[in-house]
């Protein structure tokens, strides 16, 4: 088989076991699961083929597997679509597949498959005491075709598609986020999720169409390996003068991005996207879906930066990238630091981290916001799956003791490391591959090398942001671990925890092995004592993805020591800090930080803020504006003003015109002839007699009319 | 077969009518007998339609399957009829949605058999529009397609059926007195009401017209003129363009749920192909001229039709003002078309119409598809009013899938049909009308916020205990109504090209 038409075929199975779900295997649990982890394996294996042949072909970048049909007949020309593997895609195909893949066996575990059914449970609202997720089939549906649109997106070599995949999983991500739509809560969540990143997506649309018309192809290759495109792209002023179409373009994009990717001022949808069922808080909000953001600015760098030169100042679209991908590092990663849920912190830390990709996008550091992509995809959604698995813990803890806690809250666990071994580990290694713990973890790696680059470069704001923010990420990072399996437990819930199975356990160790692993392969050459050892695999590999290799920057002791400074520093005060919090205690942060924490906990109220200025005046604009005024009062008005004035017009016709004058004249006829015959009725007697006088009268009368008056 | 082939046509057009006539032939006792008469009658006209489908050659120049009788000899009027690209997604689109809205008629109980009767003739009145190629046979189906309509709301719609049954006709009828003058106008003055013979002459008429032997001649130019505002209005109120849209909101919300199917499915579209066959052709200058007024009102539509679509509470009214807002992404193209006209933009007018007369098909199945839905939920629970409704997914969750399928075929998903034709209309839209294309994203983000106000309003939440123990769900024939509409809304999103390549090579002669 040709590789191009396996590429073709690696999303459809999950497609498959999506409607073969729907269509009817729902009324079997297990083989709704089967179908839908057997059609993951199948796309895993293709992408692991795949991935395999990628990074064994000879200049994967200049000669990717690339396949099109004509798609779309637009006047002469036609749209083509197609799959496209280079080495961006295939690195980014390997940690879909695998964190999918996990994730996929993760849900059975989670939804307790092989409990009873729960008489209590209903559809709509999370199993109540342990019993299998009465919707539990159409969760595997759901997963499977938001598995189809996070490959089809990947593998995609155009915009379009791309766009396609992107909607297609914010599709599932409602539907997910809404899994318990019983919830008020998540009802809303569903909602504010899918229209908070439509905001971004009606932008990117418009962006698309911009691309397309501009360049008539949103073709990866034909755009961003095309010199003289882009130069064109680059030279033209858009529709707003101050930018060039490529600046404008870039920036429609990106828009796109801030909303899927959840960065300031459109992250409001993300922490409330964890009203959802854990795997799917795994998979689409840290792993997949809000990576596809970032996938897509790394994807379009060569047109977000066209007119740029690696050193020279930043054109005013990474201008304004790095700064809102810094500023939301920063920004979130305060706001993590006083929340209390479990899984809220890592939604938080997900922004934050999303935000540190996006600002290297930002400064031009091509490889680098790559590079923490694939990491971070590993590490984060361990750390989700992880966190799972605690609140799964916890809520067998609370239904074994009755205790009334919210199995969610740090402060209610404590001492979970001795219960929950396995889980504990795995998350100790997430957390610390977050926090960028030197040398052993992945993720130290990757963010060492987006605030080396930024200092490389003299981008000073972002590289201080940048270290900032990863200060506090150690410290949440730590007060996490410290709060939730350190020290003794809070509660008796907690106490009562237990292990997951281990449908729920083995993806914890496999994706904690990559956690760990993934970055040794991106180790930069001039890295005292181990640098060199393994060579730089990564940068060389994924530099194919541009028209031309970026450069390695020089090796330099200051953002390695902050780096390290940071990281250590961070998890010594986090642990510092949170080691002996007491059952019942608040945490030791709200005196010292007073307000500050308050304003902390509600984000800054962002939401209030939104509800009062956006929402509800958008809604006043719907309801009382558009329909009220405007089409009941003044358009409706003035057909029925039209309507009551025609019957004006028309009574006064009749009243003033048709009876008196038109009527009145027919009448007068009418009325005349008719009394005139009623006068002469008195004549018709029927009586012949009187009928003959008469008649000798008339007679007599006109005889001597002839007679005597004719001349 | 050589008669099927030189008849097609005709056949398609008066076999709903034949239909009708079996129909009165049924005893009006036998409910169940006149029902399915009426159904099988009327697929009959959609397998002709199919054949007719593939029959079709695309890259053929002209009009196909074209028909010619003698018809008003005196005035030059003849029973003319054709079909070409943009055509025959409408006829499919109107012959597959009769059968359909019958079918779902079935809850429908006083006077079955006059109403089957209505139904089948009004699809005859669609087709002849839609076929015509004679302007004075145009306005005759143009008119038979309204007057069923009026008696379908007048006597089987809701509460307020008086009043919008007679806005419904008065506002049409206005815009119908228009044409009629627009025509008679055209008529004297070409000497023919051919279409064909109008085009080709049309710019070389000189002759001025006088009226009736009084003193009055009007110049050609001022013939053309007032012609061109009559079919503007009359083509604007059926489309409809804003602000004469609230006509709809209000014959949509009260006529029978096969009612509205079939007014968002097929009447809307009458207005939009009259831009396209009439006015865009004759009237290339002033079309081009007033292109940027008719874009800022398909703008308009687009975005206050979706506000006031989020407004409602009213179920069904929040789907009939989404056809204000799709609608208007039909204008937007053909507005853009109409200036993109002999500029070096031609290219983006054609992918802006190739949108449009995608769109008018894709509004058709995803505008039918939701009404038919609200209907099923109406029928059910007795109310539309969206804060009585709610937390109804546990109880029905087939009609739960469906309705979230036919939703997202509505809001444009990607994968789904309607997501190719407003993408089109964007792509064409934008180098032609930037401002206003950037302006009706505006549109699409609200469209966002009242579909999923819908969802939310009827599924969602909280278990409504009101309706435990009811029947909810979606009964068997109602989802064979539904699969047909599913399967295409599907089959576009994923592979346009086999309907776009007939619509595109029509396009491309007419606009290229």
Sequence with gaps: ??????????????????????????????????????????????????????????DLGQHPFNSTISWLPTGETAFNLGVLIDPLSAITLFFVAWTCLAIFIYSVGYHNFGKPRD???????????????????????????????????????NLLLLFIGWEIMGLCSYLLIGFWYGKPSARDAMVKAFMTTRVGDVFMLLGLAYLYSATGTLSYREILFNEPTLEMLASTASVIPALSTAGLVGLLLFIGTVGKSAQWPLHVWLPDAMEGPTPVSAMIHAATMVSAGVYLIVRTFPLLTAGWHAGGALTPTMTVIAFIGAFTALFAATIAVAQNDVKRVLAYSTISQLGYMVAAVGIGAFVAAAFHLVTHAFFKALLFLGSGSVIHGMEHGVHDTHEHVDPQDMFNMGGLRKKMPVTFWTFLIGGFALSGFPILTAGFWSKDEILADAFAHHQWAVFITLAVAALLTAFYTMRQITLTFLGEHRTKAAA???????????????????ALGIGWLGIPEGFPAIGGLIPNWFHDFIGGSLPEHPETIAFNAVPLLVSIGVALGGLLLGWLTYRRVPAGGEDPLKKPLGPVFKVLQNKYYFDEFYAAFIVRPAYWLAETFTYRWIDRGVIDGFLHWTGRTSLKIGSFLRNAIDIPIVNGAGDLVGEGVKKAGHRFRVIQTGRVQEYLIIGIVFTGIIISYLLVFRP | MAFLQEHILSLILFSPVAGALLVFLVPGDRVRSIRWVAFLASLVPLGLSLWLWFAFDPGMQGYQFVEQAIWYE????????????????????????????????????????????????????????????DLLLFFVFWEVGLIPMYFLINQWGSENREYASFKFLIYTMAGSLGLLLAIQLIGVAAGTFDLITITQQWSTLSQPLTMLGLPITLSIATVKKIAFWAFVVAFAIKVPVWPFHTWLPDAHTEAPTAGSMILAGVLLKLGAYGFLRLILPLYPVEAKFYAGVLALLATLAIVLGAFAAWGQDDFKRLVAYSSVNHMGFVVLGIAAAAFAQATPLVADGVIAVNGAVLQMFNHGLSAAGMFLLVGVVYDRAHTRDLNKLGGLFPLAPMYGGILIFTAMASLGLPGLNGFVSEFLVVRGAWPVFSFYTALSMLGLLITGAYILKGIAKVLHG????EWVGHEMEINRREILAMAPLMVLMLFIGVWPKWILSVINETVLRLFG
């Design chain 1, 1 to 58: 088989m040709q590789i191009e038409t396996l590429i073709w075929l690696i999303p459809l199975p999950p497609l498959l076991a999506f409607f073969m779900i729907v269509l009817g295997a729902y009324r079997s649990n297990r083989i709704s699961h089967s179908i839908a982890i057997g059609s993951m394996l199948l796309s895993w294996g293709g992408a692991m083929f795949v991935f395999w042949r990628a990074i064994t072909a000879d």
């Design chain 1, 119 to 157: 008489e209590r449970d209903r559809a709509g609202l999370p199993p109540q005491a342990g019993g299998i997720e009465p919707m539990y089939a159409r969760f595997f549906a759901f997963i499977s075709l938001f598995a189809f649109g996070m490959l089809t997106l990947v593998l995609s070599d």
């Design chain 1, 496 to 514: 009562h925890a237990h292990e997951s199975v281990w449908t729920m356990t083995l993806p914890l160790v496999i994706l904690s092995v990559f």
């Design chain 2, 74 to 133: 005196a005035i030059n009027s003849s029973y003319h009829l054709g079909v070409d690209g943009i055509s025959v997604p409408m006829v499919l689109l109107t012959t597959l949605l009769t059968p359909l809205a019958i079918l779902i008629s079935w809850s429908v109980e006083q006077n079955v058999r006059t109403y089957m009767m209505l139904f089948l003739m009004l699809a005859t009145g669609m087709l002849g529009v839609f076929m015509s190629l």
């Design chain 2, 462 to 465: 909280p278990l409504n205990e």
